[in-house]
């Protein structure tokens, strides 16, 4: 916004630019020539957040963007009422007060929501209702600011143009986040629990196949017992492993690709729960003849071992 002609930023949190990063940011933000103002306001108090307006000597203002966020992961049954608290006030009140607070008539008034309200994560019941009330309130604006007749208009040239083409399927998704699932029966990556919901099947795609046989340009229906079967020497099958256990993960990561998974790291640092643990040892179990317990799982030191430690307890690899 900076590079793009903004002179006025307000930039509100609890506590303010305390830290190091948040000092070189306004330093970075002051150089560009932008008056930075960083109040030290919670928004989800409604009489702090009014003060805080009050006492700007930026007039008017003319758009916001609310960014506030809280994370407290749990499964629903062990969450406490704090954390339902802790995650919802932010997105909830804090969103709500901005809209009582702030000017009608601003040109922009942008919510970040997630694509959890669509599908939901089973440990964030809390973020996942903060969102979907965020949503809730983008549609409430909607009623009375809307689109006007023109803007709407344009709108529908645009989008109706027969020549109008997209780079990639995601980039015709209306909701932001939620990629194309891709089936591939050689890796089985469709992983997450909403991702085998029958309302999501269109998100799903076969994999392009390759006009010269027919047949997926991945190798085709082989799956990955027949690759592990087929590597001939453990380096090869743990290879094969590895590949299949960063995609089986990278699909229970929202917006993440398997290249970017780092190998060194644990199966822990990337979030995975007990219920997950629980699936991927089913899926140990399934594709690599693997029958590994769960503290085995969650107690590897990266993705590397794990790999190395289902190979070894694979009967297909001890068939060789």
Same mark, same amino acid.
């Given at each position: 916004?900076?590079?793009?002609?903004?002179?006025?930023?307000?930039?509100?949190?609890?506590?303010?630019?305390?830290?190091?990063?948040?000092?070189?940011?306004?330093?970075?933000?002051?150089?560009?020539?932008?008056?930075?103002?960083?109040?030290?306001?919670?928004?989800?108090?409604?009489?702090?957040?009014?003060?805080?307006?009050? =006492?700007?000597?930026?007039?008017?203002?003319?758009?916001?963007?609310?960014?506030?966020?809280?994370?407290?992961?749990?499964?629903?049954?062990?969450?406490?009422?704090? =954390?339902?608290?802790?995650?919802?006030?932010?997105?909830?009140?804090?969103?709500?007060?901005?809209?009582?607070?702030?000017?009608?008539?601003?040109?922009?008034?942008?919510?970040?929501?997630?694509?959890?309200?669509?599908?939901?994560?089973?440990?964030?019941?809390?973020?996942?209702?903060?969102?979907?009330?965020?949503?809730?309130?983008?549609?409430?604006?909607?009623?009375?600011?809307?689109?006007?007749?023109?803007?709407?208009?344009?709108?529908?040239?645009?989008?109706?143009?027969?020549?109008?083409?997209?780079?990639?399927?995601?980039?015709?998704?209306?909701?932001?986040?939620?990629?194309?699932?891709?089936?591939?029966?050689?890796?089985?990556?469709?992983?997450?629990?909403?991702?085998?919901?029958?309302?999501?099947?269109?998100?799903?795609?076969?994999?392009?196949?390759?006009?010269?046989?027919?047949?997926?340009?991945?190798?085709?229906?082989?799956?990955?017992?027949?690759?592990?079967?087929?590597?001939?020497?453990?380096?090869?099958?743990?290879?094969?492993?590895?590949?299949?256990?960063?995609?089986?993960?990278?699909?229970?990561?929202?917006?993440?690709?398997?290249?970017?998974?780092?190998?060194?790291?644990?199966?822990?640092?990337?979030?995975? =729960?007990?219920?997950?643990?629980?699936?991927?040892?089913?899926?140990?179990?399934?594709?690599?003849?693997?029958?590994?317990?769960?503290?085995?799982?969650?107690?590897?030191?990266?993705?590397?071992?794990?790999?190395?430690?289902?190979?070894?307890?694979?009967?297909?690899?001890?068939?060789?």
């Amino acid at each position: 916004m900076a590079e793009r002609g903004v002179k006025n930023l307000v930039l509100l949190s609890r506590s303010g630019p305390k830290t190091k990063e948040a000092e070189d940011l306004i330093r970075e933000l002051k150089e560009l020539g932008v008056n930075c103002v960083v109040p030290a306001c919670d928004i989800t108090n409604r009489n702090m957040l009014y003060k805080t307006l009050q =006492d700007l000597d930026i007039s008017p203002i003319r758009g916001c963007i609310q960014s506030s966020m809280v994370l407290q992961s749990a499964l629903f049954s062990d969450m406490t009422h704090d =954390d339902w608290v802790d995650v919802t006030a932010c997105k909830v009140a804090g969103s709500w007060n901005l809209h009582e607070l702030l000017p009608n008539d601003l040109d922009f008034f942008i919510l970040l929501s997630s694509v959890q309200a669509v599908f939901g994560a089973r440990t964030q019941a809390n973020y996942n209702a903060a969102s979907t009330y965020m949503d809730g309130l983008a549609h409430h604006r909607n009623t009375y600011h809307g689109v006007d007749t023109n803007d709407y208009h344009a709108l529908l040239d645009y989008y109706c143009n027969p020549a109008l083409t997209f780079s990639t399927p995601g980039d015709a998704q209306v909701t932001i986040g939620m990629k194309l699932l891709h089936v591939d029966p050689e890796l089985d990556p469709l992983g997450t629990i909403w991702g085998r919901n029958p309302m999501f099947k269109a998100l799903r795609r076969l994999k392009e196949m390759d006009s010269s046989n027919g047949r997926a340009s991945n190798g085709g229906n082989r799956n990955v017992a027949s690759l592990l079967a087929a590597a001939q020497t453990t380096e090869e099958a743990i290879e094969v492993v590895l590949k299949a256990l960063t995609t089986r993960l990278s699909s229970t990561i929202a917006g993440m690709d398997p290249e970017e998974m780092d190998q060194a790291k644990s199966i822990q640092s990337y979030g995975v =729960d007990s219920l997950q643990t629980m699936e991927l040892r089913s899926w140990f179990l399934r594709f690599f003849r693997a029958d590994l317990p769960t503290f085995s799982i969650l107690g590897s030191p990266s993705l590397t071992a794990l790999a190395i430690t289902i190979v070894e307890r694979s009967t297909i690899c001890a068939k060789k």
